[in-house]
């Protein structure tokens, strides 16, 4: 009787071996990267929100200001350019806009007790619980603290979708032909609402599921 070496057995070794290697490699890279570098690469690899700077341009996310407006359009029931107007209600529309998704308007910090934002404006890309992060216009991003500001956002008071549109049909994206020439909300008729962020505390996701109740604002 011949005893033989299991190969299997080998293979398996040599693969938790390597494993192993390659974990240590990674521990002595992720050690070098630093505090700051290792903060963002634990981000990353926990899947959590990031932005490539690079990629701060106002008109690359102009398509996500107009489906933006058409997704106001459908929610506030906006009538179409040319019939009569009609005033927007604020008891009608302030329990939906509470509710609703801010990613792609346009906001500017009217008050805040940090001057080195005030009157910054952009479209939102991303809304946490305690910040808004936004475009600017001269195609920088800009983090934005809710707490002790007030913000200022514009609703189109005219919808931009056609008459024809099916609220069971998909909102519909412009074309990127298109880009140069979308205008935002504040280039037609608008009215502006102001947000206090002390009050606004809250995720997205969160706001669709709470029930708010009326309180007195809170003067900064």
């Known amino acids: 009787m011949l005893l033989l070496d299991n190969a299997a057995k080998e293979s398996r070794l040599k693969k938790e071996r390597d494993a192993k290697k390659a974990k240590l490699r990674a521990a002595k890279e992720h050690k070098k990267l630093g505090v700051l570098g290792r903060r ?3 981000a990353r690899g ?3 929100w990031g932005f490539d700077e ?4 106002f008109a690359l996310f102009l398509p996500l200001h107009h489906l933006w407006l058409g997704y106001m359009s459908e929610l506030l029931h906006l009538p179409q350019p040319g019939g009569a107007p009609r005033a927007l209600s604020g008891a009608a529309i302030h329990p939906k806009l ?3 998704d801010f990613h792609g308007s346009i906001i500017s910090v009217h008050q805040t007790k940090n001057t080195a934002i005030l009157g910054i404006s952009g479209i939102v890309i991303h ?3 305690a910040t808004f992060k936004v475009v600017t216009k001269e195609n920088r991003l800009k983090v934005l603290p809710k707490q002790n500001s007030i913000f ?3 609703v189109p008071v005219q919808s931009i979708l056609p008459a024809t549109h099916d609220t069971d049909s998909p909102l519909p994206l412009p074309s990127p032909e298109a880009n140069e020439e979308l ?4 280039d037609g008729p608008h009215a502006l609402l102001q947000l206090h962020g002390n009050q606004f505390c809250f995720r997205a996701a969160d706001r669709a599921g709470r029930k708010f109740k009326a309180k007195e604002s809170i003067e900064l």
Do not use: C, N, P
């Open 127 to 129: 809304e946490t619980e």
């Open 152 to 154: 200022t956002f514009a």
């Open 183 to 186: 205008k935002t909300v504040l």
């Open 40 to 42: 963002q690469d634990t």
């Open 54 to 57: 690079s990629q701060a341009q």
């Open 98 to 100: 509470l509710k609703a």
């Open 46 to 48: 926990m899947g959590l």
